[in-house]
């Protein structure tokens, strides 16, 4: 059975190499794989079988992690498609599925971060990630009305002609209004999806973010109804 190595590849081990390879004293290496009775070689092997092990459990994580890469790219594209199409419910799940996929990946944290420290890689395990962009309702455009003009009106009348001459701007602030958020929100998935969501802070920020921007993008779908429907 070849030593499965970090990058992916594997190698038969040779007795002169192993022993070479090994940085521990004979004193941490019996503490660290139990006692053999001063048997070097004994304890040598089963350092490697250890860390053969330790590799095909990081290997089994690194699928776990690969796979939500996969399923957080598709969520992003299906919430790309049903959010065009004003798809409420669909999105809803599309969501709860983005949750579950974060999950399944913080089941494996504890299994890697024990797992790299007893391979000594903690230094070489991922790099820090980007902040989770916030987006909130004041960061969108405003909704043109009448009612704000500075001028002030004699009558209805004058009144409803205005906001007959900004309809035109006022379809065009929700719709920006409603693209912006879901640019955003899919944006926010793509990015967890990018990292497999293997930095827990990270991935839980990304989940909650996008959760926010669903209730903001409901938000302002309920406006544009009031408004235009």
């Known amino acids: 059975m070849g030593i499965a190595t970090p990058n992916g590849t ?50 089994a994580c690194d699928d776990v992690i690969d796979e939500a890469w996969k399923t957080g790219r598709s969520i992003a594209d299906r919430l790309s498609e049903l959010l065009a199409a004003e798809a409420v ?8 599925a983005l ?9 494996t944290d504890a299994t890697r971060t024990l797992l790299n420290r007893l391979l000594g890689r903690e230094e070489e395990v991922g790099q820090t990630p980007p902040a989770v962009p916030r987006l909130t309702d004041v960061d969108l455009p405003d909704l043109p009305s009448a009612y704000r003009d500075e001028a002030g009106f004699e009558d209805l ?3 409803a002609a205005r906001e007959e001459e900004l309809a035109p701007r006022l379809r065009d602030a929700h719709a920006e209004r409603l693209d912006g958020v879901a640019a955003h929100l899919v944006s926010v998935v793509r990015q967890a999806a990018a990292a497999g ?24 779908l309920a406006e544009r109804r009031r408004d235009l429907d």
Do not use: N
């Open 89 to 96: 419910a669909d999105i809803a799940l599309q969501l709860d």
């Open 197 to 220: 969501f293997a930095e827990r802070a990270f991935a839980v920020e990304s989940v909650a973010e996008a959760r926010r921007a669903y209730e903001l993008w409901l938000q302002c």
């Open 157 to 159: 009348m004058a009144m």
């Open 10 to 59: 594997a190698r038969q081990p040779h007795t002169d190499e192993l022993a070479a390879a090994v940085s521990m004293t004979t004193s941490q290496l019996a503490q660290a794989v139990g006692r053999f009775d001063g048997d070097k070689a004994a304890m040598v092997l089963a350092a490697v079988r250890t860390a053969e092990r330790a590799f095909t459990e990081l290997d």
């Open 99 to 107: 949750e579950a996929t974060s999950a399944r990946v913080r089941g």
